[in-house]
């Protein structure tokens, strides 16, 4: 459970970290840009999600050196038509398919509305996960810089509400949201109390105390260090968010039917949360959430005793695929309309080898699966690699990756938040822009 004890000691450790990033970072200023209702939901896949497990490469021309080749274990079988449990095509040509604990993605691209980019990455990473972790979020490979979802809050003029950028369903900030401006993370709005017994004990503590203190204290005007007034305005935002949280969770009920419904996970926490502001109208416009379920696969990937090891839903790993698609078309059938208005994206730091390794898993590799959907997301495939074979690889032990996350991002925010494609520079600088046409469709 997350106590404001735990949001203030987030916010805090936030403050500390836009002291430190911010005196290189952005400047506060405005380009005359406006919101226009729109919110953006970043997922991150952390771990390494592999990509050709995602989505295998079914109809890869070489059959020897391809995908069936090297993934002698690991392999999605070719799809057949008269299973409806089995991989799905997607692709003209059948080149790519859908692992078939994902099909609860399904319903979103046959509506037109879901978009897969099978080799996207960060262009200049490594193969560590907190370097490419931390990178992403930054926009940049240096360390001096704020994270990229903060550089926009603090770039682009708009609400000035506290929750116009969230991270959800977690208690720590992630890069994205490193820098001047102090974001809250927020488990859940459920969880999302204050008693008097996480500040004092005793029986002298009234309900309100502690809060009114704090507004009294936080109202005084005195000369502040910037530490100081860094706390003070961590306290603001705590203050602020409280009872609209608390309000937004109050009386809803997702407007789904069983099977669908969002897990207490933090993918299925975040949504919920995000989904209960929106319908109680917050401005909510960035958001970032995680969607965890062990993706860094070294060894067991699958379950090579079993009848049918990919799909077999004995396993965990399987098992939290179907839960996190699950979650995202609960929370697409939730917003209803809505969703005309809200894009989210989940991309992952890196994917994995092409070739499987000795204990029926993948190593750390590059190119893998982003996806995105609402908007004007068209449903679509992008650019991709013609083989999993080596030539295909590009000589490499991966998906060489061939979109950089950061047009992914860039188009996002242009075509959907309406950022002028001018900004982009300063959102992730010194990038040139690579328009990919995911996001045309008219809503």
Same mark, same amino acid.
């Given at each position: ?9 987030? =916010? ?10 911010? &005196? ?48 002698? +274990?690991?392999?999605?079988?070719? @799809? ?6 089995? #991989? ?39 193969? =560590? ?15 001096? &810089?704020?994270?990229?979802? +903060? ?5 682009? /003029? ?13 208690? *720590?900030?992630? #890069? ?12 859940? #709005? ?63 009920? @997702?407007?789904?039917? @069983? ?33 965890? &379920? ?53 991309? *992952? %730091? ?5 070739? %499987? +390794? ?19 997301? +068209? ?16 000589? /490499? ?12 991002? *860039? ?13 982009? =520079? ?5 990038? /040139? ?9 008219? *809503?």
């Amino acid at each position: 459970m997350t106590t404001r004890r735990e949001f203030l000691k987030g =916010s805090t450790m936030l403050s500390a970290a836009a002291a430190a990033a911010g &005196i290189a970072g952005a400047p506060k200023f405005s380009f005359g840009q406006s919101t226009g209702g729109k919110t953006f939901i970043k997922v991150f896949m952390r771990g390494g999600a592999d990509g050709l497990h995602l989505m295998p490469a079914v109809g890869d021309p070489d059959l020897v050196e391809g995908y069936y080749g090297i993934r002698p +274990n690991i392999a999605i079988d070719i @799809p057949n038509p008269n299973d409806g449990n089995s #991989a799905i095509e997607l692709m003209s040509g059948g080149f790519r398919a859908l692992n078939p604990n994902l099909f609860n993605l399904m319903p979103i691209w046959e509506e037109g509305n879901l978009m897969f980019s099978p080799a996207a990455a960060i262009m200049d990473a490594n193969r =560590s996960h907190f370097d490419c972790q931390r990178w992403i979020g930054l926009g940049d490979r240096r360390n001096d &810089i704020d994270g990229y979802m +903060n550089r926009y809050l603090t770039n682009i /003029s708009g609400t000035d509400h506290t929750l116009r950028g969230l991270v959800a369903g977690k208690d *720590s900030i992630p #890069a994205e949201f490193f820098g001047q401006r102090v974001v809250p993370a927020i488990r859940d #709005a459920e969880s999302f109390e204050i008693e008097n017994r996480d500040f004092c004990s005793g029986d002298g503590c009234a309900d309100n105390q502690l809060t009114d203190y704090m507004r009294e204290i936080s109202s005084h005007e005195v000369d502040l260090s910037a530490a100081e007034g860094m706390a003070k305005e961590s306290q603001f935002v705590m203050l602020e968010a409280i009872d609209e949280i608390k309000a937004a969770g109050a009386d809803y009920t @997702p407007n789904v039917e @069983p099977p669908l419904g969002y897990t207490n996970s933090d993918l299925g926490r975040g949504l919920r949360l995000i989904a209960q502001l929106l319908k109680a109208g917050v401005p909510v416009e960035v958001a970032s959430l995680d969607w965890n &379920i062990g993706w860094d696969t070294h060894s067991n990937q699958v379950d090579i005793n079993s009848a049918n090891p990919v799909s077999d839903q004995n396993k965990r790993y399987n098992q939290r695929l179907v839960e996190g698609a699950t979650n995202f078309l609960t929370f697409y059938r939730d917003m209803g309309v809505a969703m005309n208005d809200i894009v989210v994206l989940s991309g *992952s %730091e890196f994917g994995r080898t092409a070739r %499987e +390794n000795g204990s029926v898993g993948t190593d750390h590799g590059r190119g893998g699966v982003w996806f995105a959907f609402g908007g004007p997301t +068209n449903s679509t495939i992008g650019r991709d690699i013609p083989s999993v074979n080596e030539q295909g690889r590009g000589g /490499s032990n991966w998906v060489a990756p061939v979109v950089d996350y950061k047009d992914i991002v *860039s188009e996002i925010m242009v075509r959907h938040l309406g950022m002028s494609e001018g900004m982009i =520079s300063t959102i992730f600088p010194q990038h /040139s822009f690579t328009n990919e046409g995911y996001f045309t469709r008219v *809503s």
